[in-house]
């Protein structure tokens, strides 16, 4: 099944509006011509289809789901959640406690961030001291649960639930009573990042994919984006690039190396957008850097700015935190109240050249969660906690 996608900027749509025709040579018969014809129309509809997801996943959203049962917050008035971001240095990190705070705020329930470090054991230190404070809920973001297990669990042992952001569910560690995940839809924005290069490409595209190794959760939404070539762009050569982001210094010369021994490159898609700029070094020690464009996802601010500043940067993927942070206040209720913890609306936005100037490039928009619809998700998510 195609799975709906991205955005496409004006050179997308101009390789798109050339027709991918067959020609017939003398000696070519009737039914051979109808079914080059036919195979060619057929190209051009699924490329049609691709630009028509591209283009949806470029526009604003009317309006957002929430759940419709109500659940009772009140027993956790005057009580501390327990934030761990991978690292708080990280401003999309920052972003998702900070929407997270502003909703538990509404029903008296406070928010303690804990900066994990980017280090096991500093995560793990982290744990230890929400457990400590007799944390009413733990809310880790980004974190595999294979790289605290013991404080998760532990935690998860002493009554207090855990919710884990940002990663793909566990098989082996599935939610239940004390545990839940609140997903980002990450493979669907580093897919879109895919379907735009296709689109942009008119569908022969030579690509350059960072594939993150750092967690399991990193690696399937890598894979994401090679599935939507395999399905979408035939006749794209896609050469994946092992980068981690605990060997950020040797991100260049890989990349480097990558373009150097496929010198067609066009495209780098890059992950995550964190991963930009030691992409970008790698870029410029090649000899075509100036025709190779980058794609990227978990956009922030600056790489917004970025792209429209006309750099290489040329496609980027919002994440909706500000309804992500509201629906993961929701999680902790309900997994507190023993209810089900549903799935979530989380959305994204691709931007590129083409509709970046329909936004405000500030941190206040940023934070108002204005890139990707209306709001007033926030109300209808409060009534359900008996605020209004």
């Given amino acids: 099944m195609r799975i709906r996608r991205s955005t496409i900027g004006s050179t997308g749509a101009a390789v798109l509006a050339v027709a991918l025709l067959a020609a017939c040579s003398p000696g070519t018969t009737a039914s051979d011509s109808e079914s080059a014809s036919g195979a060619s129309g057929a190209a051009d509809g699924a490329l049609a289809d691709v630009q028509a997801d591209v283009e949806a996943a470029m526009e604003p959203r009317d309006s957002f789901e929430v759940p419709t049962e109500p659940v009772d917050p009140s027993a956790l008035a005057g009580q501390t959640v327990y934030y761990i971001p991978l690292t708080a240095q990280n401003r999309v990190f920052q972003l ?26 500093q995560v793990g230190g982290c744990l230890e001291q929400a457990i400590g404070a007799g944390a009413a809920a733990i809310v880790t973001d980004s974190i595999p649960y294979g790289m605290a297990a013991n404080g998760i669990e532990a ?29 980002a839809p990450t493979s669907e924005m580093v897919a879109t990042v895919a379907d735009w290069m296709t689109v942009d490409s008119g569908g022969d ?31 794209c050569t896609v050469v994946v690039n092992e980068v981690s982001a605990s060997n950020f210094p040797l991100i260049p010369s890989s ?39 980058i794609g990227t996802a978990a956009a922030s601010l600056d790489g917004l700015q970025q792209l429209a500043d006309d750099q290489q940067l040329q496609a980027d993927v919002a994440q909706n935190f500000r309804y992500q942070g509201w629906a993961t206040a929701d999680a902790i209720f309900r997994l507190v109240a023993g209810q089900e913890v549903p799935e979530y609306d989380v959305s994204y936005r691709l931007f590129t050249p083409a509709n970046i100037g329909d936004i405000e490039l500030t941190e206040e928009a940023q934070a108002s969660g204005e890139w990707f619809g209306p709001t007033d998700y926030e109300q ?6 008996g605020q209004n």
Avoid at 96 to 121: F, R, W
Avoid at 163 to 183: F, H, K, R
Avoid at 262 to 271: A, H, Q, R
Wanted: hydrophobic letters at 40%.
């Fill in 96 to 121: 998702y406690g900070e929407k997270i705070g502003e909703a538990l705020d509404t029903v008296g329930v406070d928010l303690q961030v804990c900066d994990g470090g980017a280090n096991p054991s």
């Fill in 205 to 235: 595209a030579t690509v350059v994919l960072q594939k993150v190794t750092d967690n399991p959760s990193t690696v399937a939404f890598a894979e994401a984006g090679e599935e939507a070539f395999a399905e979408n762009c035939p006749d």
């Fill in 255 to 293: 990349t480097s190396a990558a373009i150097l021994s496929n010198p067609d490159t066009g495209y780098v898609l890059s992950e995550f957008e964190v991963f930009v700029q030691p992409t970008i070094a790698g870029i410029q020690q090649t000899p075509n850097a100036a025709q190779i464009e």
């Fill in 380 to 385: 209808q998510f409060a009534a359900l906690w």
């Fill in 155 to 183: 935690a998860r042992a002493a009554g207090i639930p855990v919710i884990i952001g940002n990663q793909l569910p566990s098989d082996e560690q599935p939610a239940d009573e004390t545990l839940a995940y609140v997903n």
